[in-house]
Structures are given as C-alpha cells and as structure tokens.
C-alpha cells in the first residue's frame, strides 16, 4: 500500500513538473550551437512553442512565476550589452494568457485551426519583442530577421507540435466537448 502512495505521489509531482522541464529544455536549446542556417535564428521562439501547447492541455502547470524566471533566463541567454531583460517573459505571461482566454476555440479542434493560433500568437511575440528592443535601445532594428524567425518556427511548429502533445499529460481539462469540434480527446491532428 505505501509503494502506491508513493508511486501515486511521483507520478503528480512529474506530472506537475513536466512542463517546466521541457519549457527549460527549450529554453537551453536556444544556445545550441546547430549549423542549420535558418534553424538557429527560430531557435529563441521554440520556448513559445512549448507555453502554446502546455497551455492548451494544462495551463494550470505553467504558472506566472514559472515563465516569468524562463523568459528572464531566455532573455539572459540570449541577450547581449543593452538588450531588454524580461520581455520575453511578458511574451510568454501573453502567450498562455491568450491560449487560456481562447481555450474553447483551441482544444478539440482540427490541427490546422490550432496551427492558425500559433501563427498569429508567434507572429505577436515577435512584433513585441521587436518593438520593445527596438524602443530599449532606441535604434532602428530591422524587422526582417524577425519576421524570417516568425516563419521558421511556423514551419517547424507540424513537426513539434505533435510531439509536444504527446510528451504532455493527458488530463481532463484536455477533454473537449462535443460542440468545440470533431476530434477525439487529446488527438491534436485532424
């Protein structure tokens, strides 16, 4: 009886553990050193990848403090003299505010509808960290490498999306009703 409870014990803290595990795994996956051309400038919008689909399965495993610390280490990682600490936590605070709010449009629905609310969420998180690093430093940034960003990770986002809504824990709340869509419970492609 007490190999169950702790078992059970476990088994809740890695379900509960999980999504920051992997969103930090992404997070220093953006350092990575890879030879791939355009691959390593979408790298910093993988960790936003991760808070869309943890958000849509279990939003309440990614709280605020926790995304708050990876976009301020992100953020760390990443930026250089002068570049503006904590706006890529604000992206992710956005990002599962957004998958959260439009939960009932999200889950249960075909996997090019999901697709749909990445793309304009990515493309949000690059116009804001855009703008306020062009704002923190006060020159004129070229918008171009952060659009080809944006699109790098679109495209990447059929290949990982699956595997990230697999790596999730299956929970209730990944349950949709029968109005929201024609997709079975946790199936993400459709």
């Not at 969103?23 to 936003?48: E, I, N, Q």
């Not at 976009?71 to 956005?94: E, K, N, Q, T, Y």
């Not at 493309?123 to 490498?145: H, S």
């Amino acid at each position: 009886m007490r190999a169950d409870g702790l078992l059970a014990m476990l088994d809740r803290w890695g379900r509960y553990a999980l999504p920051g595990a992997v969103l930090l795994f992404f997070v220093l996956l953006t350092l990575a050193p890879l030879r791939a051309p355009y691959l390593s400038g979408a790298l910093p919008l993988l960790p936003a990848l991760v808070v869309f689909q943890f958000s849509l399965a279990t939003p309440e495993r990614l709280p605020g403090p926790l995304l708050l610390v990876m976009g301020i280490l992100l953020d760390l990682l990443l930026g250089g003299p002068g570049a503006p600490v904590g706006v890529s936590a604000l992206g992710f605070v956005l990002i599962r505010a957004a998958v959260v709010n439009n939960r009932r449009y999200l889950v249960g629905v075909p996997f090019l509808f999901q697709w749909f609310g990445f793309c304009l969420l990515a493309l949000g998180f690059v116009a804001l960290v855009w703008f306020f690093t062009a704002f923190w430093t006060w020159t004129a940034i070229d918008p171009l490498p952060a659009l080809m960003q944006n699109a790098v990770v679109i495209v990447i986002y059929p290949l990982l999306a699956p595997l990230l809504a697999r790596v999730r824990a299956r929970d209730p709340l990944n349950v949709p009703d029968a109005s929201r869509g024609t997709a079975r419970p946790g199936e993400t492609t459709s």
